[in-house]
């Protein structure tokens, strides 16, 4: 169940027609969300919600294709204990 699609499109020589096209987010039944390129452009990272209801972070990388993602962190829940906050990963480094 991913929200987001993210796939590298690879073009003909003459940029007319479509060649190649391969997904950079793993297929899963756990929601990702707001995918972001890192400044270097070898990698992904993104936002999962587990089978726990965690949301953590993953990265990806992209040099190596079926490569699987990586944990970095699992996000602390808020701390008013509201369930409807927004997350979104911006940019990173």
């Known amino acids: 169940m991913c ?7 690879t073009f003909s020589p003459d940029h007319k027609n479509v060649v190649n096209r ?4 793993p297929d899963t039944d756990r929601a990702v969300q707001t ?3 890192s400044p270097d452009g070898k990698s992904i990272a993104f936002i ?8 953590v972070i993953y990265k ?3 040099a190596t294709p079926g490569t699987q ?8 829940k808020p701390m008013d204990g509201a369930a409807k ?6 940019t990173w480094n």
């Open 3 to 9: 929200d987001y699609t993210l796939e590298q499109i």
């Open 22 to 25: 391969a997904s950079l987010l």
């Open 35 to 37: 995918p972001v390129l």
């Open 48 to 55: 999962a919600r587990n089978e726990a209801r965690e949301d």
């Open 60 to 62: 990806i990388d992209l």
């Open 69 to 76: 993602p990586v944990k970095i962190a699992k996000l602390e």
């Open 85 to 90: 906050h927004r997350l979104s990963l911006i």
